[in-house]
C-alpha cells in the first residue's frame, strides 16, 4: 500500500532543487576525488579514497530517499484551496489557554520547520485541527496534561 506524500508546491521544488544538486554538482565531484585517489596506489590506507567513497554511498542513498519521494508526491497548492476548513496546507492562528497566539502552516513531511511553524499533516496538532473551523476550540493532549486551543483564523496562501 503507497503512502501519501503530501507536499506544497514550494516543499516540492525544493525537494528537486537538492536532488539535482546532489546528482549533477556533488556527486560528480566526489566521483572526481575517488578516481584520483584511487589512482594514487594503496587504497586501505588512503583517506581520500576512503572517505570519498563514504561520502558517495551517503549521496547514493539520498539520491534514492529523493528519488522516493518525488516519485510519491502528492503537490497541492494552498492557494487553489477553497475550503473554510482546516486542510492541509492551511496557515492557522490559534490561542492557547494563556493568551498567547501562534500561527502554524500546515505542510508535508518533508517541509516540517518548528521555527517557521511548519507542522507535519501526520502531527498530532494538525490532526486535532484538520476539519475544524474559525471559531472552534479542540483539545490538544499532551503527556502532562491537556491544552485547550481556540482557531482565531485560517488562510490558504
Known amino acids: 500500500m503507497e503512502k501519501k506524500n ?11 532543487a537538492e536532488y539535482s544538486e546532489l546528482l549533477h554538482k556533488e556527486r560528480p565531484k566526489v566521483v572526481e ?4 585517489a584511487a589512482s594514487n596506489g594503496d587504497r586501505s590506507e588512503n583517506a581520500d579514497y576512503q572517505y570519498g567513497k563514504k561520502r558517495l554511498r551517503e549521496i547514493d542513498h539520498r ?19 477553497q475550503s473554510d ?12 489557554e494563556n493568551g498567547e ?3 502554524i502552516k500546515i505542510v508535508g513531511e518533508d517541509e ?18 484538520i476539519g475544524k473551523k474559525t471559531g ?6 499532551k503527556p502532562a496534561s491537556n491544552e ?8 490558504y496562501i
Open 6 to 16: 503530501y507536499i506544497t508546491p514550494v516543499g516540492f521544488e525544493k525537494l528537486k
Open 33 to 36: 576525488v575517488v578516481a584520483w
Open 63 to 81: 539520491l534514492h530517499f529523493l528519488n522516493q519521494r518525488l516519485d510519491s508526491a502528492e503537490v497541492v497548492d494552498p492557494a487553489k484551496v
Open 85 to 96: 476548513k482546516i486542510v492541509f496546507g492551511a496557515t492557522v492562528e490559534i490561542e492557547k
Open 101 to 103: 497566539t501562534k500561527v
Open 112 to 129: 516540517i520547520d518548528i521555527e517557521k511553524g511548519f507542522i507535519s499533516w501526520k502531527s498530532p496538532m494538525a490532526q486535532i485541527l
Open 136 to 141: 472552534e476550540c479542540v483539545n490538544l493532549q
Open 148 to 155: 485547550e486551543l481556540i482557531i482565531l483564523s485560517i488562510n
